[in-house]
């Protein structure tokens, strides 16, 4: 993948970090949608896919450039996939993080612990331009459990209730790992892949 700019469409700091980490060893220069615009897209999309193509081309549309978006969101089984598209705004709209979280463990106050199944989701959109018909979309998730109580110090959302192994939730994970183990890592890893095979991603340098 030969060097260019790229606007990755998020005002999330952590996914921020995440992406511009995956994506440095290619060259790639990572330019936040903010450096263009303060005035994030409308995700009225009703799956992860749809929301992540409407973010993509909004970012593309403000910077001119190509543009990689981001929607994810953690399904519990429980809840029959809840919080999911809602992940980032499931206590309330503009919630932060720890609202959010304690919200899901009120939900699942009587769950049993076998029964907290979940995973995080990530879709991933790659427009080239922003009336771009041809977007190319990875998905991808990562398992784990929902425990009783936050563990760990590293990640956002939900991390630090999510229990990816034994005794050991996300937020308690290396960057490194949990880029090589994680939805989003997983997604951005199968886009790279996807947009070094197809030549017609490559029109602007990408």
């Not at 939730?169 to 290396?174: G, I, M, P, Q, V």
Request: one cysteine or more; glycine letters at 8%.
């Amino acid at each position: 993948m030969a060097s260019n700019r790229i606007v990755l469409a998020t005002g999330n700091a952590g996914k921020i970090r995440e992406l511009q980490a995956l994506l440095a060893p290619l060259g790639v220069e990572v330019l936040p949608q903010s450096h263009f615009t303060s005035v994030a897209a409308d995700e009225t999309g009703l799956s992860f896919v749809e929301n992540a193509i409407l973010k993509a081309r909004h970012a593309a549309r403000v910077s001119g450039l190509p543009a990689i978006a981001d929607d994810s969101g953690i399904e519990v089984d429980a809840l029959r996939g809840a919080p999911g598209i809602y992940s980032a705004r499931y206590a309330v709209e503009g919630a932060n993080d720890t609202q959010n979280l304690e919200k899901l463990l009120h939900e699942l106050r009587d769950v049993p612990p076998e029964k907290r199944t979940a995973r995080y989701r990530c879709a991933l959109a790659f427009m080239r331009w922003d009336t771009d018909a041809s977007p190319v979309i990875c998905q991808a998730s990562w398992e784990g459990v929902i425990i009783d109580s936050p563990r760990g110090e590293g990640g956002f959302g939900y991390d630090s209730i999510f229990e990816v192994k034994p005794g050991v939730t996300a937020a308690e994970l290396s960057a490194i790992e949990k880029n090589l183990l994680s939805h989003r890592g997983k997604a951005l890893r199968m886009l790279v892949a996807e947009l070094q095979r197809d030549p017609g991603a490559d029109s602007d340098g990408i």
